[in-house]
């Protein structure tokens, strides 16, 4: 990916064996501070972009797919490479497996995909400061007061495929 505005983007895990693209510019990207994503991380935080799993494609093997808790007690699914099992995105049930969470850190320019948001930031760790200016939120956010309306309306259409209309 050139830039964040590119139709294409690649990724996978770090053997190499589950690869991937992403054909559409993610509808947004959130930087989570929460203790769940901590803790799944290992580190500070998760970096995910929130993309239609319409517009992600195999590009060699498939992950394997670990059913995991979350902080709203409706568990999410991890997609995991099956040999070294690293984490590719996830699925959270609220929107099922329409919208996939990539794991920015698993894109091939991962200096391209900056957060849009920071969320759950009243449990992020006290010593890292977020930079000026950046969107913050202590808990979760509305998205109608946030996202635009390209933004919008492709989270809509997958609200539309959930409840079958």
């Known amino acids: 990916m050139k830039n964040p505005g590119s139709a294409s983007m690649t990724g996978g895990c770090d053997c190499g064996y589950v690869r991937y693209e992403v054909k559409q510019k993610p509808i947004y990207v959130h930087c989570c501070h929460c203790s769940w994503c901590q803790r799944e991380t290992g580190t500070a935080f998760a970096l995910n972009a929130l993309v239609e799993t319409s517009e992600v494609s195999q ?90 309306d390209e933004q919008l309306k492709r989270f809509e259409r997958l609200l539309a495929l959930k409840n079958g209309s």
């Open 59 to 148: 590009l060699s093997h498939a992950p394997q797919n670990i059913d995991t808790p979350s902080a709203s007690g409706r568990g999410q699914k991890i997609a995991r490479c099956p040999k070294c099992q690293v984490a590719l995105w996830s699925h959270y049930s609220g929107i099922g497996e329409l919208l996939s969470f990539i794991k920015v850190g698993t894109l091939d320019e991962v200096d391209q995909m900056p957060p849009d948001i920071h969320i759950f930031t009243s449990t992020k760790q006290a010593w890292l400061e977020l930079p000026a200016g950046a969107l913050v939120f202590e808990q979760y956010y509305d998205r109608k007061q946030v996202w635009n």
